[in-house]
């Protein structure tokens, strides 16, 4: 639903402004089916406003907006066909994947043709003498690890969505996980490309081999949310297995101590492989959730994974567990057994649904802040907490600095949401203050647009913008999500 | 080139490296773009009459060891931060080389020139290249001003990522100022298996399932001469791992086993290992001559012997295979059938090449590297416009004309 205004409107009430819709677009919304129907195959394109439903919004469902029409593509050809008939035609286009981005990167605009890559899911090759994996965008994350885990590989980027997210939406969103402290994020994991421009060219950038010769597109394009042109199919690295891994947990009595405990480990040498914080009332949700035996008198809590042979694991346990000793931890718990670290991890991997149980809606936020700041961080959220008057519980990926407060909301009261985003907006401004940034995996979608100013000076915005416009002269692809609309003329009316 | 020499601005602030573009822009007079200009002879000479050297532009702004990040100024010279590193355990992940032997030069390189020129080492099979771990950078555009991307964590999404544009662009679309990088830590032990094997093929499926197994290798290299002074005859493969020293000498162990039927098994621990993948980071074996010409391909791995056969084929040429067989040296003839045949066996295996250091005659009349698709050609001219509208930084470095 669209407002006079110009603003989408969610289920209670108008909150985000999207260009406005380009009126020769909407009037000729017929011609465009008609024409769409006649490029793809007939049930690859959706018109009917009760088919369209399900893709007016994403993870964050508190925007919504019904696109003009929706596509379903199966093939490379298919994708190119439809940019170079939208480009041909000026209309905008707005690229998904399954839909789950948290910061809005895939909600439709009134006058966008969604494009989405959910059918391309075939597994294209898989080569283990070379490691890698060649996929087409729409097969889920997990789809890749099940592909090459019968023959003892993996691949490594592990968003917690991913049973449901593909890998096109994880290359442009570079996604990172619970273990990319040592396996990095999506970009440190790819190969090469198969990009598609606004124009409909296809391109191939990268390959099987590892070094690009000239400018880095395959770096550039990472993460760029869809401002750049889209991907169909992905060359992904593929990495064998680990022997074993196993967690442990240790709980201390300040969020400062904790944070010390983190420095004095990594201080040491020891990269585990996942490194996770929660504080208290991300501790008490998850345990009345999970019944994981977390420590309900800890002020924070650290999840530590390690990986290698059986008598690896126990020698890095035994050093880290050392180390936490220094700092009278209230509890130290070493998995003897994998079933014993799924019990560990238990919590943490249901701490969303935890959060949404003690609270009916919560903003999920991802700042990153230099992990020495944390202490100072938690202390200031908690402030905004009783500012606002709105609960938070804080998971954190505690080695890169990845901060993600869930801040409870009611999104029935429209007071409550509007505060909820003012908290948020707060805690991302603070994290640009103390010397980190917006988002460390999330991706700045529409949420965080306008934010940008925060962190970039103008000049800067400018340049970024021009970068996109050099792939996107008409402002074509996926538009009113990153840069802020002020001050863009590309998006004026 | 020895016209640059004659005027070098060497400006000591990031507004002084400003001042100097604009003051080029001013007068429409392109720049060289250089550290300390070790690797002048790379890629294709620069037609500018000046030379903007960052090398006055040093110091470690930041390094916080837990936080495993450290900031340089982009002159700083790599062994200082190296030298800094080291103090607290720490290493650069991706390993640059240090090619004063190769380019015949005296003083070492800076932040600024490996990051602008993407190098990395061994550890790049499984670390990563220098451009994943480049968190953050401050610039200067060709239109002289200051700009910033990525920051100091080591997780960031926010906006597109120009880091990653920078690094490897040679200094065409920005000058780096300050550079920030992951680190991590330098591992307490190191070892590495040298195998005998019987050839090319042999030794690929030997890195191949070495990099396959559960060990965590950090280096895999190919030796087809083997390396006389480190008493390796070749064909050798070398095979690292770097960890903790229980993990060292368990996972050699693994590895032996798993690894001894591609031929007979050496094990070389601490310096002589070290002192390996010094060489093999350095492309010592390569045995390059001051006249020859050095090219680096980048293939599958598995393409790599029928890549090799294709080029010694084709001229006498010498080889050093590393990253499993991903990174193939080769030194050769510096002439235009020579590179003919590098081009083409690239191509062939569907992977990219880089003339790397050869006499001016040729790499200004050839492509030094492989020619992109139009569309793409397009966009990167239209981006170049972007950062230097000009065309004052670096002109015609890495292609004729751009
Ligand atoms: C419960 C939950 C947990 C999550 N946990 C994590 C986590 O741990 N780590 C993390 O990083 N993220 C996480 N996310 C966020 C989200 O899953 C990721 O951003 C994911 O990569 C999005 O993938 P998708 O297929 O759903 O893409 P979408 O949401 O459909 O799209 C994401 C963006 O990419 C663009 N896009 C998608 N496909 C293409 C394509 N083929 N070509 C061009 N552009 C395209 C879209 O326009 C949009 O801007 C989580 C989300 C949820 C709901
Ligand atoms: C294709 C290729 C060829 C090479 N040839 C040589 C060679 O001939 N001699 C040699 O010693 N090493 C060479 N190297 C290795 C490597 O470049 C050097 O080891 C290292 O970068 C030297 O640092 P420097 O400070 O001397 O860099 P420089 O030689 O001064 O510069 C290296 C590259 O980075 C750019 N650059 C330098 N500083 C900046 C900056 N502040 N901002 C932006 N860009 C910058 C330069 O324009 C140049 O393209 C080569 C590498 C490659 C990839």
């Known amino acids: 639903m669209m407002l006079a205004d110009g603003t989408a409107q969610g289920h209670f009430g108008p909150m985000i402004r999207l260009p406005p819709p380009k009126p020769e677009i909407l009037a000729r919304r017929d011609a465009i089916l008609a024409d769409l129907r006649r490029l793809l195959p007939e049930d690859a394109v959706i018109g009917e406003a009760i088919r369209l439903r399900p893709y007016e919004t994403d993870g964050l469902s508190a925007y919504r907006q019904m696109p003009l029409a929706v596509t379903l593509p199966r093939t490379t050809e298919e994708v190119a066909a439809v940019l170079r008939y939208c480009h041909a035609h000026g209309i905008r286009v707005v690229p998904r994947g399954a839909g789950t981005s948290l910061s809005g990167g895939a ?11 959910m059918r391309m899911n075939r597994i294209l090759e898989v080569n283990y003498a070379d490691r890698y994996a060649v996929v087409e965008a729409g097969v889920t994350n997990i789809g890749i690890t099940k592909a090459v885990e019968g023959d003892g590989f993996f691949y490594a980027p592990d968003p917690s969505s991913q049973l449901a997210c593909m890998i096109g939406g994880n290359v442009m969103m570079n996604s990172g996980g619970a273990h990319c402290l040592k396996y990095g994020v999506t970009a440190n994991n790819l190969l090469g490309l198969t990009f598609v421009t606004i124009e409909g060219e296809v391109v191939r950038i990268g390959g099987q081999h590892l070094d690009a010769a000239g400018y880095d597109w395959l770096g550039l394009i990472t993460g760029s949310e869809g401002q750049l042109g889209m991907v169909t199919e992905v060359t992904v690295r593929i990495l064998r297995s680990p022997e074993g891994a196993r967690a442990m947990l240790a709980a201390f009595s300040s969020v400062e101590v904790a944070g010390q405990a983190v420095d004095a480990i990594i201080g040491a040498g020891v990269i585990p492989v996942a490194l996770e914080f929660m504080d208290k009332p991300c501790i008490h949700a998850c345990e009345a959730f999970a019944h994981a035996g977390y420590p309900l008198d800890a002020e924070a809590m650290l999840i530590i994974e390690v990986e290698g042979s059986v008598a690896e694991q126990d020698m890095l346990l035994n050093r880290i567990k050392k180390i936490c000793a220094r700092f009278d931890p209230i509890s130290l718990k070493l998995a003897e057994s994998a079933e014993q670290s799924l019990a560990i991890w238990k919590g943490r991997k249901g701490a969303f649904g935890a959060v949404g149980r003690i609270s ?9 802040i230099p992990t020495g700041e944390l202490p100072h961080v938690l202390k200031r959220i908690s402030e905004m ?21 869930l801040i409870m909301f009611d999104a029935n009261d429209a007071e409550s949401f509007r505060k909820a985003e003012a908290f948020g907006a707060d805690i991302l ?5 103390v010397g980190g940034c917006l988002t460390g995996e999330h991706g700045v979608g529409v949420e965080k647009r306008d934010l940008m100013v925060a962190q970039f000076t103008s000049s800067e915005l400018a340049l970024q913008r021009a970068v996109k416009s050099a792939f996107d002269p008409g402002w074509l692809l996926n538009p009113a999500k990153v840069f802020p609309l002020e ?6 009316a | 080139m020895s016209a640059a020499l004659d005027k070098v601005t060497a400006p000591d602030t990031e507004e002084g490296v400003a001042e100097a573009v604009r003051a080029a822009l001013a007068s429409r007079e392109p720049l060289a773009v250089e550290g300390r200009g070790t690797k002048r002879a790379m890629l294709r000479p620069v037609q500018a009459a000046r030379t903007l050297s960052t090398r006055a532009l040093f110091g470690i702004t930041l390094y916080r060891p837990t936080e495993l990040v450290i900031s340089a100024r982009a002159g700083t010279p790599v062994a200082e931060i190296e030298a800094a590193l080291a103090e607290k355990n720490q290493k650069l992940i991706a390993e640059p080389p240090d090619l004063r032997a190769l380019f015949g030069v005296e003083e070492g390189a800076t932040l600024g020139g490996v990051v602008g020129a993407n190098l990395s080492g061994p550890r790049r099979i499984t670390g990563g290249a220098m ?20 920051g100091r964590v080591l997780k960031n999404v926010t906006g597109l990522d120009l880091c990653k544009l920078l690094t490897g662009a040679h200094g065409t679309l920005g000058v780096l100022t300050e550079v920030t990088l992951k680190v991590q830590p330098a591992g307490e032990a190191t070892g590495t298996l040298a195998l005998r094997v019987a050839g090319l093929e042999e030794g690929i499926a030997a890195l191949s399932a070495a990099l396959g197994s559960p060990f965590g290798v950090s280096g895999a290299a190919l030796l087809p001469e083997g390396h006389a002074p480190l008493g390796l005859d070749g064909p050798v493969a070398l095979v690292r791992i770097e960890d903790f020293a229980e993990s060292v000498t368990y996972r050699l162990g693994q590895l032996r086993a798993a690894l001894s039927r591609f031929g007979e098994v050496s094990v070389l621990e601490g310096a002589p290992s070290r002192a390996a993948w010094r060489a093999v980071r350095d492309a010592v074996p390569l045995g390059a001559q001051p006249e020859e010409a050095v090219w680096r391909i980048s293939v599958a791995p598995s393409r790599a012997p029928a890549v090799s056969a294709a080029l010694r084929e084709a001229f006498p040429a010498r080889l050093l295979l590393d990253w499993g067989g991903g990174l193939i040296w080769v030194a050769g003839p510096a002439t235009a059938d020579s590179h003919a045949a590098v081009m ?6 569907g992977g990219t090449f880089t003339l790397f250091r050869a006499p001016e005659a040729l790499s200004a009349a050839l492509p030094v590297l492989p020619e992109e698709p139009a569309a793409l050609a397009s966009i990167g001219q239209r981006v170049k416009a972007v950062l230097d509208p000009a065309g004052i930084l670096n002109p015609g470095r890495m292609r004729a004309g751009a």
């Open chain 1, 360 to 368: 009916p809606d919560y903003l999920c936020m991802d700042g990153t």
């Open chain 2, 344 to 349: 083409k066996a690239a191509a062939s295996a």
């Open chain 1, 107 to 117: 909600l439709p605009l009134e006058d966008a043709v969604v494009i989405g890559l």
């Open chain 2, 131 to 150: 451009r994943d771990h480049v968190l953050g950078i401050r610039a200067v555009s060709g239109e002289g001003e200051v700009f910033r991307s990525g």
């Open chain 1, 429 to 433: 401004k603070l994290c640009v203050e």
């Open chain 1, 487 to 492: 001050g863009n003329e590309a998006l004026a």
């Open chain 1, 385 to 405: 907490s009783a500012h606002y008057g709105l609960g938070v519980a804080n998971v954190f990926h505690a080695g890169d600095g990845n901060l993600h407060p």
